[in-house]
T-cell receptor
């Protein structure tokens, strides 16, 4: 089993749709979780941290499920500009080193 | 917010030559920086953790004599790809974190696209 696993997609959705991604992680003692966005041939950029109680930032909602060891990202009212690869990042166990998932590709079409 | 400056953004070199990539933290000190490599349509793979004033920690399978890392100051880490070969062609990215704390994310440099011909 990979340490941080994501469905690579692509998820192909129309504008205005709601889309959700999940990411599973292997180490139950992990404490820090993040979602990053990466555009083609660019560096990843932090989208949001994921808090234990879940958190929301505009159209984006992140959730953590410790019992099942996964985090999720929900995007409401998708925009064309949301098209990108979304990377799940976990500091596995007590490590300060971030481990990346493979990324989930999102394509929002008109 | 925190900014990490990386250059060059793109480099083409001949087989057998060496290439140096610089990563600077602007307006903050980074005792630790991370170097990643990303092949097309694949995830970022950690190559090494660069520690200021001490030797870098390399991931399994990464040759330390081929990928030389120097972290001589709190704001600068360099990665030198020595005797580059075409299979070293990849996207190299560095990252650092401005502040500690479990919910503080990492800032990435803009990446260096290396092509070895």
């Amino acid at each position: 089993r990979k340490e941080v696993e994501q469905d690579p997609g692509p998820f192909n959705v129309p504008e205005g749709a709601t889309v959700a991604f999940n990411c599973t992680y292997s180490n139950s003692a992990s404490q820090s979780f993040f979602w990053y966005r990466q555009d083609c041939r660019k560096e990843p950029k932090l989208l949001m941290s994921v808090y234990s109680s879940g958190n929301e930032d505009g159209r984006f909602t992140a959730q953590l499920n410790r019992a099942s060891q996964y985090i999720s990202l929900l995007i409401r009212d998708s925009k064309l500009s949301d098209s990108a690869t979304y990377l799940c990042v976990v500091n596995l166990g007590g490590s300060y080193i971030p481990t990346f998932g493979r990324g989930t590709s999102l394509i929002v079409h008109p | 917010g925190a900014v990490v400056s990386q250059h060059p953004s793109r480099v083409i070199c001949k087989s057998g030559t060496s290439v140096k990539i610089e990563c600077r933290s602007l307006d903050f000190q980074a005792t630790t920086m991370f170097w990643y490599r990303q092949f097309p349509k694949q995830s970022l793979m950690l190559m090494a953790t660069s520690n200021e004033g001490s030797k870098a920690t390399y991931e399994q399978g990464v040759e330390k004599d081929k990928f030389l890392i120097n972290h001589a100051s709190l704001t600068l880490s360099t990665l030198t790809v020595t005797s580059a070969h075409p299979e070293d062609s990849s996207f190299y990215i560095c990252s650092a974190r401005e502040a500690q704390g479990p919910n503080n994310g990492y800032t990435f440099g803009s990446g260096t696209r290396l092509t070895v011909v």
